[in-house]
């Protein structure tokens, strides 16, 4: 599965939209994207996924470039309970039963 | 809902105690995770699983085995408990594959303190 590059840390104040970026300049045809996010003292939670078309749930949109090198989850209207740190994962469609893979996230704080 | 218990929420152990840490599922899944999460070091697979009786090497599986005699339990097991096991232990659980998307569902973990 291609290597995702996210940002540390990110501040976003309530209300506002929570845009945060993801690098997988080496993503290959068949891997989607997905995102989690882990709210303090829980497990992982799964939010969105994509292929190559922009995505939108009731949690959040993913706008993924046309290159499909990269990609950001659009959080519209941050509240104090979206902050959580939030993985960026790149998996094959068919990966097998291979768990995910999780890399260090960015984490994010919703400042009221 | 999916729902991925684990059996306790914390838990204190002495080091050279046995112990068990057990995590059920509801969804009829085949796959099933263990991992530990230390600050700065992110999620580290232990095990998983596919299957009945199946098990896989994650990245840090030394001091560690695991059981899955039943499709709904995976039980991770500490042979002789140290203090660089004192961790948070998330179980996860996941549909079989080319299920799209791929989600695992994690239960809500253990906080286990070895002393």
């Known amino acids: 599965d291609a290597k995702t590059t996210q940002p540390t840390s990110m501040d976003c104040a309530e209300g506002r939209a929570a845009n945060l970026p993801c690098n997988h300049s080496?993503?290959?045809?068949?891997?989607?994207v997905y995102w989690y996010r882990q709210i303090h003292s829980q497990g992982p939670q799964y939010i969105i996924h994509?292929?190559?078309n922009n995505e939108t749930n009731e949690m959040a949109s993913l706008i993924i470039t046309e290159d499909r090198k990269s990609s950001t989850l659009i959080l519209p209207h941050a509240t104090l309970r979206d902050t959580a740190v939030y993985y960026c994962i790149v998996r094959a469609m068919f990966s097998g039963n291979t768990p995910l893979v999780f890399g260090k996230g960015t984490r994010l704080s919703v400042i009221a | 809902d999916v729902k991925v218990t684990q059996s306790s929420r914390y838990l204190v152990k002495r080091t050279g105690e046995k112990v068990f840490l057990e995590c059920v599922q509801d969804?009829?899944?085949?796959?099933m995770f263990w991992y530990r999460q230390d600050p700065g070091l992110g999620l580290r697979l232990i095990y998983f699983?596919?299957?009945?009786?199946?098990?896989e090497k994650g990245d840090i599986p030394e001091g560690y085995s695991v059981s899955r005699e039943k499709k709904e339990r995976f039980s991770l097991i500490l042979e002789s408990a140290s203090t660089n096991q004192t961790s948070m232990y998330l179980c996860?659980?996941?549909?079989?594959?080319?299920?799209?998307?791929?989600?695992?569902?994690f239960g809500p973990g253990t906080r286990l303190t070895v002393t």
């Open positions: 994509g292929l190559k």
């Open positions: 080496t993503i290959s045809g068949n891997e989607y």
């Open positions: 969804m009829d899944h085949e796959n």
């Open positions: 996860a659980s996941s549909p079989p594959q080319g299920t799209i998307p791929y989600e695992q569902y």
């Open positions: 699983s596919y299957d009945v009786k199946m098990k």
